[in-house]
């Protein structure tokens, strides 16, 4: 089997975009190599095709939850991507009451965290990356 190109797949949605940045530049420091559209995509790039490669060749899959349900659509959908290639997904989402009501997750395929700070998040997947 083919080592994955990079450790960690970052979704999200635009209104998340500063966070996400934010947390790509901590996760970089801490060693790691990010997939993250605006790193990836070009102009004409097959967003559908280009988002399943990322997936298939990351180790980790990072859904980034947005507090609106509205944003979260593609996040849940790039989750739904990822569980069916086997894939483990970790959803970071807000600490906000309820926020998490409705996420599409199986317990054998995922993980939940509460959003932190961008550096606190990324220490904490460099540790998972490490215990394997």
């Known amino acids: 089997m083919m080592k994955p190109k990079y450790d960690v797949f970052l979704s999200h ?3 998340d975009r500063p966070w996400v940045r934010r ?3 901590s996760l970089k420091k801490q ?3 990010i997939w993250i559209d605006e790193e990836q995509l070009g102009p004409g790039t097959d967003l559908s095709k280009a988002v399943v490669k990322g997936i298939q060749n990351s180790d980790l899959v990072v859904s980034v939850v947005d507090p609106s349900p509205a944003a979260r659509t593609n996040v849940f959908l790039e989750a ?3 569980i069916g290639l086997g894939k483990k997904v970790t959803f970071i989402i807000p600490k906000e009451k309820d926020a998490h009501t ?3 997750i199986n317990a054998s395929t995922s ?3 509460f959003r932190e700070a961008p550096a ?3 220490r904490r997947f460099a540790h998972l990356k490490k215990r394997g």
């Open 120 to 122: 606190a998040t990324a």
């Open 102 to 104: 409705a996420l599409p």
């Open 23 to 25: 947390l790509a530049s």
């Open 80 to 82: 739904g991507v990822a």
């Open 13 to 15: 949605s635009a209104a």
């Open 111 to 113: 993980r939940v965290m």
């Open 31 to 33: 060693g790691l190599s």
